[in-house]
T-cell receptor, first 112, second 113 residues
Framework: QQQVKQSPQSLIVQKGGISIINCAYE??????FPWYQQFPGKGPALLIA?????SEKKEGRFTISFNKSAKQFSLHIMDSQPGDSATYFC???????????FGKGTTLSVSS | EPEVTQTPSHQVTQMGQEVILRCVPI?????FYWYRQILGQKVEFLVS????????KSEIFDDQFSVERPDGSNFTLKIRSTKLEDSAMYFC???????????FGPGTRLTVL
């Protein structure tokens, strides 16, 4: 119930393409879903986040789509660039609001 | 630019030794967290700290771990007797309201030999 399942494990996208990463959760008490971007040797950086009362949130080239009934959410990166090559983690905030539960991560490679 | 700094950036220690990892907030954050990331794996929650008290801890955060904010600024994670499996990146994070965004520091790489 505390897990967040993320797929795919790795993703290769052509420059200019759309990158899509999916996550699923089980605990309906989760109410905040962030995505983090991590470059090698760095800490995770908050990219974009959504609460379950909205179905979509867009910030620049990054969009979260949220399906509350299916308990799934996804990150879409439009016009993917080589600089987007990184590991992306989805997460969910636990019921107490004190801990983030992370997915296992997706390594994205954008080829130029 | 992260709003917390972490020291040291890399710590090498012998198994069984005690280590103290430090996190220094730049502004007056209220909520603090420690996470760890074993190489190539996901980020795992260790403990959350609010108002000078632990608010939640994970199963990983056993008796060998402790946290404190001794001087009101530094936020420390102590591992009393390190094990090989404690080798990981340790991240300090901060949050504003305790529910929502958490912002991570650059991390300390701990290597236990």
């Amino acid at each position: 119930q505390q897990q967040v399942k993320q797929s795919p494990q790795s993703l290769i996208v052509q420059k200019g393409g759309i990158s899509i990463i999916n996550c699923a959760y089980e605990n309906t008490a989760f109410d905040y879903f962030p995505w983090y971007q991590q470059f090698p040797g760095k800490g995770p950086a908050l990219l974009i986040a959504i609460r379950p009362d909205v179905s979509e949130k867009k910030e620049g080239r990054f969009t979260i789509s949220f399906n509350k009934s299916a308990k799934q959410f996804s990150l879409h990166i439009m016009d993917s660039q080589p600089g987007d090559s990184a590991t992306y983690f989805c997460a969910a905030l636990n019921q107490a609001g004190t801990a983030l539960i992370f997915g296992k991560g997706t390594t994205l490679s954008v080829s130029s | 630019e992260p709003e917390v700094t972490q020291t040291p950036s890399h710590q090498v220690t012998q198994m069984g030794q005690e280590v103290i990892l430090r996190c220094v907030p730049i502004s007056n954050h209220l909520y603090f967290y420690w996470y760890r990331q074993i190489l190539g794996q996901k980020v795992e929650f260790l403990v959350s700290f609010y108002n000078n008290e632990i608010s939640e801890k994970s199963e990983i955060f056993d008796d060998q771990f402790s946290v404190e904010r001794p001087d009101g600024s530094n936020f420390t994670l102590k591992i009393r007797s390190t094990k090989l499996e404690d080798s990981a990146m340790y991240f300090c994070a901060w949050g504003l309201a305790g529910a929502g965004g958490q912002f991570f520091g650059p991390g300390t790489r701990l290597t236990v030999l």
